[in-house]
């Protein structure tokens, strides 16, 4: 856990970044949940993110896959391609997330794909679908989020007030 991989972003996107200065392969990660959890992202774009998450340490005491573990990689995957969509100027804030559970599993690694169902000026949906190692859907899960004007000096007030 916590260790670096790589992130294959488009290039479009990394010359965006870096005409800013910021060095985006550098600062991404899952944030501190995902990290927790071992979220591993491998592919971002507005288009499809694409990670993976092991079974094991985000179990529920029955030993299957938590719910809210599959709700946490649909969530960090439907808001990285609502990032990637918002671009620099936005920032994604997730405003509705549903999941349907379809089966149980208790080893292995996961992988959850996001596909965008609608990207607007102030909304994104992501459809998100999580498979087991045999390709055997395991969750669908849906987001919307808020598409809000980034703060320049890097100061946004995520309480809105």
Do not use: W
Request: proline share 4%.
């Amino acid at each position: 856990m916590g260790e670096q991989h790589a992130v294959k972003f488009p290039q479009e996107v990394l010359d965006e970044y870096a005409a800013l200065g910021i060095d985006l392969p550098s600062l991404f990660s899952a944030g501190h949940l995902g990290e927790r959890m071992d979220i591993r992202i491998l592919e971002a774009s507005a288009e499809r993110v694409v990670a993976t998450m092991p079974v094991e340490g985000n179990t529920q005491p029955y030993g299957l896959l938590h719910g809210g573990a599959s709700a946490v990689l649909a969530e960090t995957l439907g808001s990285v391609g609502a990032m990637m969509h918002g671009g620099i100027t936005k920032i994604a804030v997730g405003v509705d997330l549903n999941c349907t559970h379809h089966r149980g599993v208790r080893s292995g690694l996961v992988t959850g794909v996001a596909t965008p169902v609608h990207r607007g000026r102030s909304t994104t949906t992501y459809e998100i679908v999580i498979s087991d190692e045999q390709d055997r859907r395991v969750c669908t899960a849906r987001l919307t989020c808020l598409l809000r004007d980034a703060d320049p000096a890097g100061a946004q007030n995520p309480a809105g007030a």
